[in-house]
């Protein structure tokens, strides 16, 4: 078995975090890209992301998808989503490579001599587009009995304006916000006045957060996972701008209080539970060390385990 090596960026990362820590926050996605009305009570059930393609030579090659989940409510329906920090329509390629594994491992039946494939619901989030970037995309596939094609909606998240991501309930956009302002940040890091306003802005990004969490729409884990998953972006796509990582970087940090940082562990350990499976505890304790929220000696004693068996899972995760 020959493996492809995989060198996720750290976006890659966030969004999976965001989709691991946060599922709930993708429903507003699905509603906006699909044109869906789920209410959010629906069960998220995701599957693995790595699928394993047959190869002329007779090997296989790894892939990983972004994400490959089912939303269950009144029906069922798979999605798959993909997220890309550029333009890049090669993207397509792979699209099709994942969708059909994911249709076979997944979504196939076999009826005594036909063989039946279900593809997910696919989408694309681009980080950057411009003006000539397209809405949707199209696969078409030409078969010996004809001609089937189906479309690929594209969301860019530069088209979303922060009134209308908290009116639509995008908050799984914020952490990727800054890609707006990514190309005055030259202008921005030198003038006080910009940097001022864009601070500003970040400013009432958090505040409304923290009324989501104080009206209880989102916990306390999402919104700090939102707002450190924010600063994560920021520090690296402005890893050259020591003013606007500086600047914007503190007002996302921001301190958490102890009883926040408690309410945060007693929210997420109730999460992890719910699932009714102790990988989700230890997930959420992992997370939580993570974050600066708790240290190793007591998400060891909240797992039930000793301290070395809970750093030998942090080491694996």
């Known amino acids: ?32 890209v699909f044109g869906e009305e789920y209410t959010g009570d629906e069960i998220i059930q995701f599957s693995p992301n790595e699928h ?6 007779g090997g296989e090659a790894k892939r990983i998808t972004d994400t490959n989940f089912a939303v269950i409510g009144k029906t069922t329906k798979r999605y798959h989503f993909e997220c890309e920090s550029t333009v890049d329509y ?27 494939v279900s593809f ?19 696969i078409v596939i030409r078969t010996p009995g004809g001609e089937v094609s189906y479309h690929v909606p594209v969301m860019k998240v530069r088209t979303y304006s922060i009134e209308e991501i908290f009116g639509k309930k995008l908050l799984f956009l914020i952490p990727f916000y800054i890609f707006t302002y990514e190309g005055q940040f030259r202008e921005i890091d030198a003038d006080e006045g910009k940097l001022a306003e864009l601070k500003a802005e970040y400013e009432d990004i958090r505040n409304r957060l923290e009324h989501l969490a104080a009206d209880g729409v ?9 707002m450190d998953m924010s600063e994560r972006v920021l520090a690296n796509l402005a890893a050259s701008y020591e003013n606007i990582r ?20 007693n929210e997420g350990i109730d999460k992890g539970r719910e699932e009714g499976m102790e990988i989700g505890v230890i997930n959420t304790l992992i ?11 007591d998400a060891a004693d909240q797992a039930g385990i000793t301290e070395t068996a809970f750093e030998q899972k942090m080491t694996a995760k």
């Open 90 to 116: 090669s993207i397509l390629i792979r699209i099709f490579e994942y969708d059909a594994q994911i249709a076979l491992d997944q979504n196939s039946e076999v009826i005594e001599n036909r063989i039946i």
């Open 218 to 226: 989102i916990d306390e884990f999402y919104k700090k996972t939102i």
């Open 287 to 297: 997370s939580l060390v993570k974050k600066g929220l708790l240290t190793t000696k």
């Open 246 to 265: 500086k600047g914007v970087g503190s007002v996302m940090s921001g301190q958490v209080l102890d009883y926040e940082a408690k309410r945060i562990l």
């Open 120 to 138: 997910p619901n696919t989408a694309v989030l681009f980080l950057r587009s411009t003006s000539m970037t397209p809405d949707v995309m199209e």
């Open 1 to 32: 078995m020959s493996d492809q090596i995989y060198s996720p960026t750290p976006y890659d990362d966030v969004f999976r975090t965001l989709l691991n820590d946060c599922s709930k926050l993708i429903i507003p996605v699905i509603n906006e």
């Open 52 to 57: 394993f393609l047959n190869q002329q030579d």
